[in-house]
């Protein structure tokens, strides 16, 4: 269960990384955002008493999540937009 804070908000953060945002568009805000998100996820979820290694792991987590999002949905609109083209509608 507390690894569903970390996938999801990685995710999350691919959909926004994914939308062209021009404040996310630097590889050094993702980084913070990806680092900070590990972070509180251990924080949350009270692994940091243990070891704060386990920070290591949600990092890890939070950024292979928001990979996979924003990989995954620009693909889905690269593929809307070729399918428009196609049929020859126009882009909005």
């Known amino acids: ?6 996938i999801f908000t990685g995710a999350v953060l691919g959909l926004a990384f994914a939308t062209g945002i021009r404040a996310l568009s630097s590889l050094w805000v993702r980084a913070v955002m990806v680092l900070l998100a ?25 950024a292979l999540a928001a990979w996979i999002a924003s ?3 620009r693909r889905a609109v690269l593929r809307i937009r070729q399918a428009r083209a196609t049929r020859g509608e126009t882009a909005s």
């Open 1 to 6: 269960m507390d690894e569903l804070f970390p």
């Open 38 to 62: 590990g972070v509180t996820a251990t924080i949350l979820s009270g692994e940091y008493t243990e070891n704060w290694g386990f920070a290591l792991v949600d990092i890890g987590e939070v």
């Open 71 to 73: 990989t995954l949905a």
